[in-house]
């Protein structure tokens, strides 16, 4: 057993504080990873505060994990010691069932995930990565490649993700016309992502501030919400639109700016059910449809496609003592654009 320092919390109330796991000791395809940096994720707060059904306590969240490979099992072949190593939202599936096979293992109906799951035993609980350290079978950590900041690559194995495979699914590519909801964590990459694509961007959002921002991070457009005339120059423009937003709202009034066909993807997902008029899909045959991260070849895909064209989560580094306030913060939208926990301080 390896012990690993990590943060956890032990109800939907409580804060999350400093707390000792225990890591296995690698097997024949495992790997050991030091963990250097872990993002903040909003599915963190949903799942930690019990916002999403029902959370297995003590929780130690975190799937946007990167580090260092310490230890490899005899019969590893993908990673050596010293090589760099990435995690994601799942840490194991039963790699028969049709899903596995064709590489969206997410959807696997016995995906461990990373954290609130069990492994494949059913019975051993796994823990995420605010901790020092993980025990991995290699075949489900990606490679990432040397030379790139670390700290600015592990929102990629959520955010980057989420946010990729929607855009490829849908075969973004120059000359498309992507419109994106919310900027904060998934919806800066997904503006980032589409633009490295060839798309033009147009980002919706409720704050006024984000303007600025937006057209710096590569969009092109920027609708304020909050007045629904900002909504009609806009009509039968779009191509896509990925929508980002943990909150209810109302989908009907974006999709008007989707073209004949068009296609609203949902990756964020609100606690609270949310509405659409049904005209808003009849009239011009358009789709409401979701979309949840990527299987391991696609996330190693992204993983390369981001270091090649320079894509890098804009984050703030924080210390773990600061959790809990990142937490209330990411809530409130204070953050520019992804927490990323620095593990040296655990």
């Not at 975190?62 to 993908?78: A, N, P, S």
């Not at 969206?104 to 492994?119: I, K, L, P, V, W």
């Not at 804009?314 to 939208?333: F, K, M």
Request: glycine share 8%.
């Amino acid at each position: 057993m390896i012990q690993a320092k990590a943060y956890a919390n032990h109800s939907p109330t409580d804060l999350l504080k400093p707390f000792v796991i225990n890591r296995r000791s690698p097997k024949p395809n495992d790997i050991v990873i030091e963990i250097a940096y872990c993002g903040i994720c909003h599915s963190d707060i949903h799942t930690a505060r019990g916002e999403w059904g029902p959370t297995a306590y003590p929780f130690v969240p975190g799937h946007e994990i990167v580090g260092k490979v310490i230890e490899v099992g005899k019969k590893v072949k993908r990673f050596k010691r010293g090589d760099l190593a990435g995690v994601g939202c799942f840490v194991d599936s039963c790699g028969k069932c049709a899903n596995c096979k064709s590489n969206e293992q997410q959807f696997c109906d016995h995906t461990a995930f990373t954290y609130n799951s069990t492994e494949l035993d059913k019975v051993t609980p796994t823990y995420g990565g605010y901790s020092s350290h993980i025990t991995i079978k290699d075949q489900y950590a990606y490679k990432i490649k040397k030379g790139l900041p670390l700290d600015r690559v592990a929102p990629l194995l959520c955010a980057g993700i989420t946010t990729y495979s929607p855009l490829k699914r849908f075969k973004t590519k120059k000359g498309s016309k992507v419109g994106v909801v919310g900027l904060g964590g998934l919806g800066h990459m997904a503006v980032k992502i589409a633009k490295a694509m060839g798309a033009e961007v147009t980002v919706f959002s409720t704050s006024p501030g984000k303007e600025q921002d937006a057209k710096k991070l590569g969009a092109k457009n920027f609708i304020l919400t909050s007045n629904p005339d900002n909504f009609v120059p806009y009509e039968g423009k779009l191509d896509l639109i990925i929508d980002t937003v943990s909150a209810q709202h109302d989908f009907s009034l974006y999709m008007s700016t989707l073209k004949k066909a068009g296609t609203h993807v949902l990756v964020g997902a609100s606690p609270e059910p949310n509405h659409v008029e049904a005209m808003a899909l009849i009239f011009g045959r358009k789709s409401l449809t979701g979309s949840l991260i990527g299987g391991l070849k696609e996330t190693q895909e992204m993983l390369d496609f981001c270091a090649k064209k320079k894509v890098l989560a804009d984050i703030e580094l924080v210390p773990a003592s600061r959790i809990n306030e990142a937490y209330d913060r990411t809530v409130r939208g204070q953050v520019k654009y992804r927490f990323v926990i620095d593990a040296k301080t655990l």
